[in-house]
């Protein structure tokens, strides 16, 4: 956890982050029991990580059944959207310490914004069919899980809105954060009626930074900086599932992927991302992911 708040990120070494407050701890004890439930229901890949026995500090939110922890809310990133016309557009997410296929939550705090997904078409299709998009709906308190393949498949964004709905809180703010010209107590009927709408969007993505992909493991390019790594989108096949079972590592025919969405890249690569910070000059490095001899693992399947 402590190497985990010392990594680059656009291409510039982030300086030491701030722990989780205790809000923060308990909420990401409750993601870490909702996303290993929805993962231990699903097929993975074999590079995902394979995970861990529960630990003492676990017992109340590890899964029920013995099942290994597969996966940690360990590091959480916050932005905040006001009004209809913010956004972030269409990018993946680095995967230079979320490793292959990283599983994603995102609680969605405030008013309702859609998230859209669109799918990054292999080249030996392009010319045959469209990107596929898909626009989800993110209310206040819902949690949105991008599972494993999801970044080497789609991009990703917060387009603009033409109008939002305001965000009224269910429940009054405490009384220490009360406005100080309010006239009326916020805990009274009348108060809450009075409470002002918000049209911003606090968006909280929970990520686990992999052990096995802990900055000290980072490739590093011809300009000192640490690399950033990539999959190949653009090259995929479809993976039948018959190597990992269901939330486990060991063989299985259980299961049902989807056959008509290949998932699976055929390689990642470490690439030089000094340009970032450089105006767009950087040394052009760039190597493929050996994750056997660069000592990465345990895997869910075999690699």
């Known amino acids: 956890?402590?190497?985990?708040?010392?990594?680059?990120?656009?291409?510039?070494?982030?300086?030491?982050?701030?722990?989780?407050?205790?809000?923060?701890?308990?909420a990401c004890k409750y993601v870490e029991r909702i996303v290993n439930e929805e993962m231990h229901k699903r097929t993975r890949f074999p590079l995902e990580w394979g995970?861990?026995?529960?630990?003492?500090?676990?017992?109340?939110?590890?899964?029920?059944?013995?099942?290994?922890?597969?996966?940690?809310?360990?590091?959480?990133a916050s932005n905040c959207y006001e009004?209809?016309?913010?956004?972030?557009?269409?990018?993946?997410?680095a995967l230079t310490h979320l490793g292959p296929y990283p599983t994603i939550a995102s609680l969605s705090l405030g008013t309702s914004r859609i998230f859209r997904l669109r799918e990054v078409v292999p080249s030996d299709e392009n010319e045959t069919r469209s990107a596929r998009t898909f626009n989800i709906p993110m209310p206040h308190n819902?949690?949105?899980?991008?599972?494993?393949?999801?970044?080497?498949?789609?991009?990703?964004?917060?387009?603009?809105?033409?109008?939002?709905d305001l965000f009224h809180p269910p429940f009054p703010p405490p009384l220490s954060l009360?406005?100080?010209?309010?006239?009326?107590?916020?805990?009274d009927e009348e108060g809450k009626q009075n409470q002002p709408g918000s049209n911003a969007r606090i968006n909280i993505t929970f990520r686990f930074f992999r052990p096995d992909f802990r900055p000290s493991t980072?490739?590093?390019?011809?300009?000192?900086?640490?690399?950033?790594?990539?999959?190949?989108?653009?090259?995929?096949?479809?993976?039948?599932?018959?190597?990992?079972?269901k939330g486990s590592s060991e063989p299985t025919g259980s299961g049902k992927p989807d056959s008509t969405r290949r998932n699976v890249v055929s390689k990642y690569w470490w690439t030089c991302h000094a340009g970032a910070q450089?105006?767009?000059?950087?040394?052009?490095?760039?190597k493929v992911m050996d994750a056997k001899a660069e000592g990465r693992g345990p895997f869910a399947g075999d690699v």
């Not at 590093?220 to 090259?235: E, I, S, T």
């Not at 450089?278 to 760039?286: D, P, S």
Request: net charge neutral; hydrophobic share 25%.
């Open 278 to 286: 450089n105006e767009g000059k950087g040394c052009g490095m760039w």
């Open 218 to 245: 980072t490739p590093q390019c011809k300009c000192g900086v640490a690399c950033v790594l990539r999959p190949d989108m653009k090259n995929r096949y479809t993976y039948d599932g018959s190597s990992t079972s």
């Open 178 to 187: 009360k406005n100080s010209g309010q006239s009326r107590d916020c805990n």
């Open 1 to 26: 956890m402590e190497e985990a708040t010392r990594f680059w990120y656009n291409g510039a070494a982030e300086k030491s982050t701030p722990v989780f407050p205790p809000a923060m701890e308990e």
């Open 51 to 76: 995970g861990e026995p529960p630990k003492s500090s676990d017992e109340d939110f590890a899964p029920t059944d013995g099942k290994k922890i597969i996966w940690r809310a360990n590091v959480a």
């Open 142 to 164: 819902s949690l949105t899980i991008m599972h494993a393949s999801c970044q080497e498949t789609f991009k990703h964004s917060v387009p603009p809105q033409r109008t939002i």
């Open 83 to 93: 009004g209809a016309k913010e956004t972030v557009g269409f990018h993946t997410d």
